[in-house]
């Protein structure tokens, strides 16, 4: 008991509320089941209702070169994407937290992994099979709405970094 008083006072000393890890925690579930239920998606009803659940209704999308994007934008690309090959695959793993009253910073990278086959010898042997991982970093804006957490916004801070298996 007087173990947990004195990391509890050590984390509070440090500005880190007592609550980050189980933030963390709760913020890292909630970006495996973003990654697997877009996944999933089969009709533009189900991207609808995913983005009533899990997204601020502002939610805004900024690129790498600093172009802001909203929602009826990145709808549109998210129908288009239905049926289309998925990769092998995809998570978001949080890098770095920071916590606020109401709201939490978060930079997490999307990590995505596919098998190609190159044609043009790109990376190795004409026709080959190579592993492509994609990991790009984003800055995340999670806001407590009613209890629940919803994403807001969603920057890219960094371009895409393509990590290629090149044995042949």
């Given at each position: 008991?007087?173990t ?24 890292q ?24 659940v ?113 044995d042949?």
């Amino acid at each position: 008991m007087f173990t947990i008083l004195i990391l509890t006072m050590a984390l509070a000393a440090a500005g880190v509320p007592a609550d980050a890890f189980e933030t963390q925690a709760e913020l890292q579930a909630l970006y495996d089941e973003i990654t697997d239920g877009t996944a999933q998606f089969a009709m533009p009803s189900d991207v609808d209702l995913f983005h009533d659940v899990r997204y601020a209704p502002d939610f805004v999308f900024v690129d790498v070169v600093g172009r802001i994007h909203t929602w009826p934008e990145i709808r549109e690309q998210e129908i288009a994407a239905i049926g289309a090959p998925l990769p092998d695959s995809s998570s978001q793993p949080i890098q770095k937290l920071t916590l606020a009253q109401d709201h939490a910073s978060v930079v997490v990278n999307m990590i995505t992994v596919r098998t190609i086959v190159d044609p043009d010898g790109s990376y190795g042997r004409k026709g080959a099979s190579h592993t492509l991982t994609d990991i790009t970093p984003f800055r995340d804006l999670w806001v407590r709405v009613a209890g629940e957490w919803k994403l807001k916004s969603r920057v890219q801070i960094k371009a895409t970094r393509v990590v290629v298996d090149r044995d042949d």
